[in-house]
């Protein structure tokens, strides 16, 4: 892991593949999000963690063209995109997962990711074409599945998997979609311990040329698997840096005495 070398020296605008400058969002006068600037370094996992309340969520969802924000800016690709919706967002590039990906309960596994390969190639809507003319997808279809681990899940139906494999079914259909930022709301929420670390493995796969922004209850999770961590508290920014670094602050410290982690 570890941010790209783009040549430009570190803290080149080039390195950072999403900021935000000012990002406020106030809901009939409660400010939810203060203020926020926000830089995600190219080719790094990046968590945003904090206290219940904190934020997170509301920052996730003005990021991701969920929610408008009240102020500020937010810039993709040195792109200023605060005004692009959410559709646009992914075609770009930005994809959150677990929200936008396409799982059918009642569609296999195969099926399942062909779809999404489907509307990568804007032929989703194309039902009138005969089945065969989905055949040529079945290849990539093939390589993703397998690369998430359900090879022998194959033609199972997705309703029928378990939590932890839908997730990883999940993984397959937005890699698919061939996100250059992926946005992860909470992806270890209600798994084991034995598919938190299959879905922690996955994600330093996806991380490889990718980059990664997760929302993340689990600290184990953040600590294990993030390059750099964002603190938020009461809507606003309370520090930043390696997990060794924010987790002894004293600021931070005091912020998560008595309340969940989150």
Known sequence: M???DTGQGPGAPADYILETRGL???FGGFMAVRDVDLRVRRHTIHALIGPNGAGKTTVFNLLTKFLTPSGGTISYNGRDVT???PAAMARLGMVR???ISSVFANLTVIENVRVALQQKLGTSLHFWRPKRSLYSLHARADELIEWVGLETYRDVLAGDLSYGR????EFATT???EPELLLLDEPMAGLGHEDIARIADLIRRVSQGR???MVEHNLDVVSNLSDRITVLTRGSILAEGGYAEVSQN???REAYIGGAHA
């Open 97 to 99: 997962s677990f929200q």
């Open 83 to 85: 005004t692009v919706g």
């Open 211 to 213: 980059t990664v922004l």
């Open 2 to 4: 570890g941010g790209a």
């Open 166 to 169: 839908r997730r990883a079914l």
């Open 24 to 26: 406020t969002r106030e």
């Open 250 to 252: 004293p600021a931070v």
């Open 175 to 177: 890699l698919a979609l």
